[in-house]
């Protein structure tokens, strides 16, 4: 059973840059992990995936170029660091694993993680 904890969520101003942070209870390296986001009335949405290795990552277009997904392997810890905050990027911010075979395959659908975080909430004021 993987446990998932992220932190760094808070209120911030736009303009500003934000770390979020993902801490596993097992050793990550069999995971490819990726991050989505909620809104209010929104649905779940797609905003960043790292490889099990961290050899790929991919990004939604609405954060393409500001946002960068990284992995610690030594602390089980994944990383989303977003720039230049927006109003619209407020969202309840979660952190997802699956489990991977493959070394470079990057996961970009809710449907294909199986464990879940419980959120962090990110609110940007403008």
């Known amino acids: 059973q993987v446990q998932l904890v992220e932190s760094g969520g808070g209120l911030v101003q736009a303009g500003s840059s934000l770390r979020l942070s993902c801490a596993a209870s097992v050793r990550t390296f069999s995971y490819a992990m990726g991050w989505f986001r909620q809104a209010p009335g929104k649905e779940r949405e797609f905003v960043a995936a790292?490889?099990?290795?961290?050899?790929?990552?991919a990004y939604a277009e609405a954060v393409k170029g500001r946002c960068a997904i990284s992995r610690d392997k030594a602390k089980n810890t994944v990383y989303r660091q977003m720039n230049s905050l927006e109003p619209e990027d407020t969202a309840v911010y979660y952190c997802?694993?699956?489990?991977?075979?493959?070394?470079?395959?990057?996961?970009?659908?809710?449907?294909?993680?199986?464990?879940w975080g419980q959120g962090t909430q990110v609110t940007v004021s403008s």
């Open positions: 997802a694993a699956v489990r991977s075979l493959s070394e470079t395959t990057i996961w970009s659908r809710s449907d294909d993680y199986g464990y």
């Open positions: 790292i490889s099990r290795r961290g050899w790929n990552t």
